[in-house]
Nanobody, 122 residues
């Protein structure tokens, strides 16, 4: 039913800003009580949570990335966007968007995008 699709440039130069968009179909990003997440996986490593924007438009970020992360949304297009500034090669990863639902601080991701490879290189 719900589908998520990541889009954006696959190659970003160091010091520039990574920008990705997640387009959601089959459900509204404003519906109670869902959380719209960005998650990444560097090559050979585990999943890392980046942040989310809630159904009401509030954004929260991982402490390790907070200073250079911004998540926003366009409700008219049913999209939410990740911007990660000052990127380095260590930001190279497969980036996923995912829908989450929480209960007392525990989150479950029920729908995922297919992921998109982003490489940071000059």
């Amino acid at each position: 039913q719900v589908q998520l699709q990541e889009s954006g440039p696959g190659l970003v130069k160091p010091s520039q800003t990574l920008s990705l968009t997640c387009t959601v179909s089959g459900g509204s990003i404003t519906t109670n009580y869902y959380y719209w997440n960005w998650i990444r996986q560097p090559p050979g490593k585990g999943l890392e949570w980046i942040g989310y924007i809630t159904y009401s438009g509030n954004s929260y970020y991982s402490p390790s990335l907070k200073s250079r992360t911004s998540i926003s949304r366009d409700t008219s297009k049913n999209q939410f966007t990740l911007q990660l500034s000052s990127v380095t090669p260590e930001d190279t990863a497969v980036y996923y968007c995912a829908r989450g639902v929480g209960n007392f601080g525990v989150v479950e991701y029920d729908y995922w995008g297919q992921g998109t490879q982003v490489t940071v290189s000059s």
